[in-house]
């Protein structure tokens, strides 16, 4: 089992930036993908971001690209998403998700993701 402590969402002006933050315990992350997904009101969730543990590697939605950076710390077992930029319609729930996974393949879609933390508001006004 992997638990999942999201962290560091608010309110923010357009342009403005917020890093977020997914606490991981219950295991070591080796092996595993770790995704950023967002869902606001009266949408589906969505795909923001990826990274696989091991290598480190990142994907974003287009949406995104260029605006946030995703990275992880080994040593703390966290995941972080760096927002910049940020615009009203970055407005949302934001959820951090694990999925284990040796191939670390890049996962889009929220039905991959075995284990999910509670979510964290963030709510960039204009």
């Known amino acids: 089992q992997v638990q999942l402590v999201e962290s560091g969402g608010g309110l923010v002006q357009a342009g403005g930036s917020l890093r977020l933050s997914c606490a991981a315990s219950?295991?070591?992350?080796?092996?595993?993908?770790m995704g950023w997904f967002r869902q606001a009101p009266g949408k589906e969730r969505e795909f923001v971001g990826a990274?696989?543990?091991?290598?480190?590697?990142?994907y974003y939605a287009d949406s995104v690209k260029g605006r946030f950076t995703m990275s992880r710390d080994i040593a703390k077992n966290t995941v972080y998403l760096q927002m910049t930029s940020l615009k009203p319609e970055d407005t949302a729930v934001y959820f951090c998700?694990?999925?284990?996974?040796?191939?670390?393949?890049?996962?889009?879609?929220?039905?991959?993701?075995?284990?999910w933390g509670q979510g964290t508001q963030v709510t960039v006004s204009s």
């Open positions: 998700a694990a999925k284990f996974d040796p191939t670390l393949r890049p996962r889009r879609t929220a039905g991959e993701y075995d284990y």
């Open positions: 219950g295991r070591t992350l080796s092996w595993y993908v």
């Open positions: 990274i696989n543990w091991t290598g480190g590697n990142t």
